[in-house]
């Protein structure tokens, strides 16, 4: 079973930086997805970047395209969510996971391990 151990959230002001980090317990170079998800309290799970290491590709959320940059490092196992210029309306709990078939689905149903959540606040 994949572990996901989330760090890096923490409370911050509009218009600051914030990384996220997330180490897996394993690590292969198969075909397999990597993706950043938020939730805030009463709101639906949301796609808001993925990494797709097979397929060279990555995909943002309208919300955060320009503002965000997903990357992954293979040799550390672990994930990054780079979020610039950051929004209240960006104050949520992120969750990284993995998705095993590597097709960058932005649908939460479609990943199969989830780490344990970072929350992020966001103040104006």
């Known amino acids: 079973q994949v572990q996901l151990v989330e760090s890096g959230g923490r409370s911050v002001r509009a218009g600051d930086s914030l990384r996220l980090s997330c180490a897996a317990s394993r690590w292969t170079f198969g075909a397999y997805a990597m993706g950043w998800f938020r939730q805030a309290p009463g709101k639906e799970r949301e796609f808001v970047a993925g990494i797709s290491w097979s397929a060279g590709s990555t995909n943002y959320a309208d919300s955060v395209k320009g503002r965000f940059t997903i990357s992954l490092d293979n040799a550390k196992n672990t994930v990054y969510l780079q979020m610039n210029s950051l929004k209240p309306g960006d104050t949520a709990v992120y969750y990284c996971?993995?998705?095993?078939?590597?097709?960058?689905?932005?649908?939460?149903?479609?990943?199969?391990?989830w780490g344990q959540g970072n929350q992020v606040t966001v103040s104006s």
């Open positions: 996971a993995v998705e095993d078939d590597g097709s960058l689905s932005q649908s939460v149903y479609e990943y199969d391990y």
